[in-house]
């Protein structure tokens, strides 16, 4: 069983930086598929990136890719998301998630085994 807690979330305004952090705990951490998912109100939740902790493979959505660093520290089994050049609809809850099934869509909220309770960021002037 993995738990998964987040941390660090918050307000920025528009244009900003925020780091985003999920310590994971109960688990073989290389062995797993980590991701960062959000979901604003009304909307679905989507993967925003994911890395796999052996070989540091890095997958990124579309409305994030160059302005969002995913990264790790394995000694510390931590997951970090860095947020720069925030954007409104950046504005949702994010959550952490986990999973062995590595071989799966990275983008799929069915690959993940475990969830953090989720954290808020809200991007706003």
């Known amino acids: 069983q993995v738990q998964l807690v987040e941390s660090g979330g918050g307000s920025v305004q528009p244009g900003g930086s925020l780091r985003l952090s999920c310590a994971a705990s109960?688990?073989?951490?290389?062995?797993?598929?980590m991701a960062w998912f959000r979901q604003a109100p009304g909307k679905e939740r989507e993967g925003v990136a994911s890395?796999?902790?052996?070989?540091?493979?890095?997958n990124y959505g579309d409305s994030v890719k160059g302005r969002f660093i995913i990264s790790t520290d394995n000694a510390a089994n931590m997951v970090y998301l860095q947020m720069n050049r925030t954007k409104p609809e950046d504005t949702a809850m994010y959550y952490c998630?986990?999973?062995?099934?590595?071989?799966?869509?990275?983008?799929?909220?069915?690959?993940?085994?475990?969830w953090g309770q989720g954290i808020q960021v809200t991007v706003s002037p």
């Open positions: 998630a986990a999973t062995t099934r590595i071989w799966n869509r990275w983008s799929d909220i069915g690959t993940y085994d475990y």
């Open positions: 109960g688990g073989t951490f290389n062995s797993l598929l």
């Open positions: 890395i796999y902790n052996d070989i540091h493979h890095k």
